[in-house]
């Protein structure tokens, strides 16, 4: 610049000073006034400055900094003006106006903040008064008065301030100016700031915003010279980074792992639905990058707001992602050790929130991690098929026989069941696949197909993959509902009528609980001589010969051939000493899919009825048979009339003490036996009928009969709180069996003694006749009728006396044993069994037969 246009400049300088200065009051325009020289010397230091402003051109943000401290100093007129000025400054465009507009603002802001720091210099009021902005720092080091040097103070071209003279403290300012200088050099942009927390929110390291592993999270170097407020705010936003960090590693962990159990499909779908998230993230922030790089306007600004993205522009951007991530990051540490219903669960526990933001976050997020679970519901209810490669599923199969499949092929898993499940709607989901796998596996019927079709056109959806989802739990209820009805009335159906379950529960009742009588009593006639052999020589093959003859001698034979097919003799397990009364059996053969309710556990509960019937049968058997050896009309006093009178008297009171126990013993015997048949296997039956006719699934079944069998145990003294009473029953069947043995001897002896005392009063021929018979019977030496008539009497004295002593002995010890089982029968906790005791009291018997004797 030459010397004729640095004048032209310092002219045009002084106009502007006089301009400035001749509005106001206290100024004149004397270029000889004090006030003129004054700030005449500042105005050319301030132009003269050579330093590069090292915030961005950004006009708007720089009036509104200064619109912003009128306001705060309680200027709000002068924010006014200040605002309607700069809209007027800032529209105007074409010829005559500025170009650089923010450098003028940015000019006019310098000046009203040096005004503060050279209030020691010069009269603050003097210096360009009408550029009155407020307090703020000095962005100058070096300023040079255009080649000439000032009387107080010279200056050198690179910048230094040099001192001659200083009247006014100047020397002061000048450092002053000099460290603001160098503490504004320290200092970085907002912009760098913005860019950095953008780059952190990726999970990369800015130029000064660095994750630190120390404190696990981004934070501002401290060689970096920043406000408190500015470092505290980058720490808030970078949290986002640290949280994006959290989100990504968990996916990248999970998707490096897969396909491991221990991610399975809802991980992955998790997985999948955290990337969707974070790609509607990364949009954001590459907009915002955009912003950063390239200032366009964000939203729709009103005259004198600025496009620039800030710091706490950018806290307003990051506050939706911030809930966000915050969500995804709690759900990735909750869900790190989870999988399938569980993670879904844990998920769900979350949904449950009031703010709309959180919640349909949350639910869009779960309509993706539980689509594998929903479609696993799907398939098991409406296919029976068990989709969980991962054991992910509520439902957990087994490999078992196919008479176990429904009891132990599946079961509920609780650990995978997720909380918008509940205990009722899981169960009936697991009865309903378990019923369709029934069907196909045990039943070999397809049936199932068109009852699961018919209820998802009931239930309003399809059998088609993806129909159901979440948030539809109630579609999904009213699907189970008619699913399980259908197919459960199916699988009924094809229980009562194809394999006709209740006639082979009766069949049951009639044969191996002795409910057909003409059958039973025709068994036992049969192989009664059979059965008193020692066990080892029974023949089972001969038996079995005897079971078919029973069969076609009664109306048995009238039943269906594949029930009598699956009935079968069975010896049991046997050592030495045992009869075969002790090791016979019967048995039915329950074949796939009945072996499911005729369990091997069932059937044993049936044998062990079984052998309690029998035995209770054998000795009705036995007494029947005393009774008929006893004939009382075949013996008369008549026939003994050859002995004496003490013997004859002795022979009636004997025969009186049999008759009465065995009068005891068969009321005993016959009232048991009425209980048992009628108000147990009867009453057990007739319920167990009317629950068969009220089942609504194959558990209702199942329960039904488990009830039935439970009554018929509890109330034939076979329940474990029993034992000692059913125990005592059986040494009181074991003590009449005896008192059967001892009747037979008694009355053999009394035939043989009747055929001995008949013999003198026949003819000769017939006495020949008789005798030659009674040789070929009785040919034991010893015989009774091999002596004499005393030594006859005699001896029957002593047979009589000992058998009266063996009755007594056996009465005795009945009495005993009926008693203390008569007194554990009010203990019992079954009522029924209570009440037995007044049906098996002699005594009350006896007492109401006595006036009719």
């Not at 997720?418 to 205990?423: E, G, N, V």
């Not at 397809?446 to 993806?466: L, P, V």
């Not at 008369?636 to 004859?648: D, E, M, P, R, Y």
């Not at 055929?755 to 015989?783: C, I, V, Y």
Request: net charge neutral; with cysteine.
């Amino acid at each position: 610049m030459d010397e004729e246009e640095q004048n032209k400049l310092i002219d045009l300088v002084k106009e502007l000073v006089h301009r400035l200065l001749s509005q106001s009051p206290q100024s004149q325009q004397n270029p000889q006034n004090p006030n003129f020289e004054n700030s005449f010397r500042y105005a050319l230091r301030i132009l003269s400055s050579r330093l590069t402003p090292s915030i961005a051109p950004d006009a708007a943000a720089i009036a509104e900094s200064v619109k912003r401290r009128l306001a705060t100093h309680g200027k709000s007129s002068d924010a006014l003006s200040f605002a309607d000025l700069f809209a007027k400054f800032s529209s105007k465009t074409g010829p005559g106006s500025v170009n650089n507009k923010w450098a003028v603002i940015y000019l006019l802001k310098i000046i009203s903040e040096d005004r503060k720091s050279a209030k020691n210099v010069v009269n603050s009021s003097t210096l360009l008064p009408n550029l009155g902005v407020h307090e703020l720092e000095s962005k100058n080091d070096s300023r040079v008065l255009n080649g000439k040097e000032d009387k107080q103070l010279g200056w050198r071209k690179n910048g230094v301030l040099l001192v001659n003279k200083d009247p006014e403290n100047l020397r002061d300012v000048a450092f002053r100016e000099f460290v603001n200088l160098l503490k504004e050099e320290n200092e970085v942009s907002e912009e760098v700031l913005v860019r950095d927390v953008l780059y952190c929110c990726q999970g990369i390291d800015g130029k000064y915003v660095k994750f630190n592993t120390m404190v696990d999270g981004y934070c501002l170097s401290d060689l970096v010279k920043v406000p408190r407020a500015t470092r505290v705010m980058v720490r808030k936003l970078c949290e986002l980074g640290w949280l994006f960090r959290k989100v990504r590693g968990y996916i990248s962990e999970s998707m490096d792992r897969f396909p491991a159990e221990d991610v399975g499909t809802v991980g992955q779908a998790f997985c999948a639905a955290l990337q969707d998230e974070l790609l509607e993230y990364y949009k954001l922030l590459a907009v915002l990058e955009a912003q950063a790089m390239n200032p366009i306007p964000l939203v729709s600004e009103s005259a004198g707001s600025g496009n620039y993205l800030s710091l706490r522009r950018l806290s307003v951007w990051f506050a939706e992602p911030m809930v966000k991530m915050r969500l995804m990051a709690v759900l990735v540490d909750k869900c790190r050790v989870l999988r399938g219903g569980a993670m879904a669960g844990a998920i769900h526990l979350h949904a449950q929130h009031g703010d709309l933001l959180v919640h349909e976050f949350m639910k869009r997020l779960l309509r993706r991690v539980c689509s594998p679970l929903f479609e696993m519901v799907r398939s098991w209810v409406l296919e029976g098929e068990l989709e969980d490669i991962f054991a992910e599923f509520f439902v957990v199969g087994h490999p078992v026989k196919a008479e176990s499949l429904w009891r132990e092929g599946y079961r509920l898993h609780s650990g995978m069941l997720p909380s918008f499940i509940s205990q009722s709607l899981a169960q009936r989901i697991l009865r309903t696949g378990k019923s369709i796998n029934f069907l196909r596996v045990c039943c070999d019927d397809r049936g199932w197909a068109d009852a699961a079709t018919e209820a998802a056109t009931a239930a309003g959806t399809s059998t088609r993959r993806g129909s159901l989802g979440y948030g539809e739990t109630d579609a999904l209820e009213t699907l189970v509902i008619e699913a399980a009805k259908r197919i459960d009335k199916h699988l009924l159906d094809v229980i009562y009528k194809r394999y006709k379950f209740r006639e082979h529960c009766l069949a049951i009742k009639r044969y191996l609980l002795l409910g057909q009588g003409d059958f039973v009593q025709y068994l036992m006639d049969i192989v009664g001589p059979e059965l008193s052999e020692p066990a080892n020589t029974i023949s089972s093959f001969k038996l079995a010969g005897l079971l078919e003859s029973a069969i076609r001698s009664s109306n048995a034979q009238y039943d269906d051939p594949d029930i009598l097919d699956r009935l079968r003799v069975k010896l049991m397990p046997h050592g030495t000493g045992d009869r075969g009364w002790d090791v016979f059996s019967l048995e039915y053969d329950a074949r796939v899919p009945l072996d499911t309710l005729f369990t091997e556990s069932v059937m044993a509960r049936y044998l062990k009825i079984f052998n309690f019937l029998w035995k209770l049968r054998r000795v009705e058997h036995a007494l029947i048979g005393a009774w008929k050896a006893m004939k009382p009309n075949c013996i008369t006093s008549n026939s003994f009339t050859k002995l004496q009178h003490a013997v004859k008297l002795q022979l009636l009171s004997t025969l009186r003490r049999c008759q009465v126990l065995w009068d005891e013993m068969n009321h005993f015997v016959t009232n048991l036996q009425y209980y048992i048949m009628f108000e147990v296997l009867e009453v057990s039956w007739s319920n167990f009928s009317n629950e068969m006719e009220a089942a609504k699934d194959l558990d209702d079944l199942l329960a039904a009969h488990e009830k039935y069998l439970h009554s018929i145990f509890e109330k034939s003294l076979l329940g474990e709180r029993s034992q000692s009473l059913f125990k005592s029953l059986f040494v009181l069947f074991d003590l009449i069996l005896r008192f059967r043995s001892h009747a037979d001897r008694l009355y053999e002896g009394i035939r043989e003694l009747q055929a001995r005392t008949m013999e003198s009063s026949l003819s000769s021929r017939d006495k020949k006749k008789s005798s030659r018979q009674t040789n070929d019977m009785h040919t034991k030496p010893g015989s009774w009728l091999s002596d004499g008539r005393k030594a006859l009497t005699q001896r029957a004295g002593e047979f009589l006396r000992n058998m009266e002593q063996e009755l007594d002995a056996t009465a005795n010890e009945y009495t005993s044993l009926l008693e203390v089982f008569l007194a554990q029968l009010p203990v019992q906790q079954h009522v029924d069994l209570k009440f037995l005791l007044f049906r098996l009291d002699f005594t009350e018997f006896y007492t109401r037969l006595r006036p009719s004797v």
